[in-house]
């Protein structure tokens, strides 16, 4: 009889992929194993006509996949690290971290090359509140509608002319084989990526020395040591995908570098903070640019989030946007806060 492993998945397409590329793997590892894939519907998928941020965005798209594995239904789980929340329920753990994609924000556009080709009040779709609160900043003069559901459908949308550009994950576009819909790559400098952006994450039962034996060849160090840092920064500030959190760590000059932030939908506030130094410190890293991050007053604008209600958060930057395109003195090609230097961690280098 053969031996057995039991992947649970979202059923979406990038998700799916995942869950095949990983199965794939383990297969050419493990000569004679036999993958199951077992699709599952989470209560994100069902949840398309409101913003993720306030319908409880902490775990929206796992809960139902940990529950197959605490059932016995599923032996593990595999995940966009962005999507995975900092704690896990008791007797799961998250095993191993694969090889990092692209972790940059990709600009789609049937019309318009970059960012900064835009015109002035233009519509772009996203629903992700950091970066919202990040494309506020630069360009405050732009019109930002809510976008949700898959890639297909975000992409369709676009074609259908109800946006003139929007922003998605460019590893989820080429993971799907949809790098030619990409027509830039948005710096970190100017859209600093999700937590675990890029990153996919395996999640299983803690005892089980079978399961972590089969899928131990598959961690990828480096992206674990970069995700690590950035999850930590997460857990500090008590983060979900329900905020405007962003946090990118890369490897240096033989170190690690995380840069953190967090802001106002519309733009009105926004934080940033770094620190450098060992791989074997990032979880302590992650922790140094939180607490920047909340010397600086991140801790109020995320409780202030908490209880907002969605309809004026789009509002607002819609109210923001009309005042600037009136503006003749605001400009819309840089970002307000160039120039500005990131608030250093404590106990950090100062960074080139």
């Not at 798209?61 to 999507?83: C, P, R, T, W, Y």
């Amino acid at each position: 009889m053969p031996e057995i492993i039991r992947i649970a998945t979202r059923k979406s397409a990038l998700a799916m992929w995942q869950a095949e590329h990983v199965a794939d793997r383990l297969r050419r590892l493990h000569p004679g194993l036999e993958v199951q894939i077992i699709g599952m519907t989470t209560r994100g998928d069902k949840i398309l006509d409101a913003p993720l941020a306030k319908v409880g965005g902490k775990g929206l798209f796992v809960k139902e996949l940990e529950q197959g594995m605490l059932d016995g239904e599923a032996d593990i789980a595999v995940h966009s690290m962005k999507d995975v929340p900092v704690d896990f329920p008791d007797g799961l753990h998250l095993a191993c971290i694969l090889e990092r994609e692209d972790p940059r924000d990709a600009f789609v556009s049937n019309q318009y090359a970059a960012l900064d080709e835009l015109p002035q009040g233009a519509c772009v779709g996203t629903s992700s509140l950091r970066r919202q609160c990040q494309l506020a900043v630069r360009r405050p003069d732009l019109r930002i509608e809510p976008l949700r559901g898959n890639v297909n459908t975000r992409l369709r949308k676009l074609d259908e002319g109800v946006y003139d550009a929007i922003i998605l994950a460019a590893a989820g576009l080429i993971r799907l084989e949809f790098s030619a819909r990409i027509r830039s790559f948005i710096a970190p400098e100017d859209s600093l990526p999700a937590i675990g952006q890029g990153a996919i994450g395996i999640e299983c039962r803690v005892d089980d020395a079978r399961v972590h034996a089969l899928i131990a060849p598959l961690h990828h160090a480096p992206t674990a040591e970069r995700v690590t840092a950035e999850r930590a920064l997460n857990a500090r500030l008590n983060g979900g995908c329900q905020v405007p959190i962003a946090g990118h760590a890369i490897h240096r000059d033989g170190e690690l570098y995380l840069r953190g932030l967090v802001g106002m939908p519309d733009g009105s506030a926004l934080m940033r903070a770094e620190a450098s130094g060992p791989a074997a410190a990032a979880e302590r890293m992650g922790r140094e640019v939180g607490e920047a991050l909340l010397a600086q007053g991140a801790d109020e604008v995320l409780a202030a989030l908490a209880h907002a209600p969605a309809e004026p958060l789009a509002e607002q930057v819609a109210e923001r946007a009309d005042s600037q395109a009136e503006d003749p003195a605001t400009k819309r090609s840089a970002d307000a806060s160039e120039g500005q230097p990131s608030q250093q961690a404590p106990g950090s280098r100062s960074q080139p």
